[in-house]
């Protein structure tokens, strides 16, 4: 297991659209593996393989949040969007790849997800709450779409902005 590093925004593979997996191997079992270490100590409840310069359809998350609680990470393969509530919830988003940034975001307050586990086999699950904004949010990943992809034009530039100064500051250092 070893942590990857995590692109920041504005970088063009943030916004292509990741290609499905065909099957479970151990290098994916690897990168899974990689994920959810570098999600913890980010430290995050979710990371997108393409926010890792994986452009594959997998992603890690556990939105648990109780500190108290035993970590609970889930690993999520070719996953998709199966059904959605009407009812929305608006949550303060933020992302390991827009570091510091937060904005609220509304998106359904339920979905059931469709995926491949690790396992080989299909799961199907329902999710509410901030494990469903979770699961949106990191399904958004891999569709090349970002959180502040959510917000008005003018929002959006301005965060690509603080975030193109950090890169530079970062390069520089």
């Known amino acids: 297991m070893s942590l990857r590093p995590i692109l920041i925004h504005p970088d063009p593979r943030l916004k292509r659209v990741a290609d499905p997996i065909a099957r479970i191997t151990p290098d994916i079992e690897t990168l899974a593996a990689d994920m959810i270490a570098t999600m913890y100590d980010a430290p ?29 990470p889930m690993v999520l393969v070719n996953p998709e969007l199966v059904w959605r509530s009407d009812a929305t919830n608006v949550y303060e988003e933020g992302c390991l790849s827009i ?57 959006r530039q301005m965060i690509t902005r603080k975030m193109q100064k950090l890169k530079r500051d970062r390069a520089r250092s």
């Not at 990371?47 to 992603?59: C, D, M, S």
């Not at 339920?110 to 199907?124: A, N, Q, S």
Request: overall charge negative.
């Open 44 to 72: 995050g409840i979710g990371l997108a393989g393409p926010q890792v310069g994986v452009l594959q359809r997998i992603f890690v998350m556990d939105a648990t949040r109780d500190p108290e609680a035993e970590p609970d």
């Open 99 to 155: 570091p510091d940034q937060y904005a609220e975001v509304t998106r359904p307050a339920e979905v059931r997800l469709r995926w491949l586990g690790l396992d080989g086999k299909v799961h199907e699950r329902d999710f509410d709450g901030l494990a469903a904004t979770c699961a949106q949010h990191e399904l958004d990943h891999l569709d090349g779409v970002l959180f502040i992809d959510h917000l008005s034009a003018i929002r």
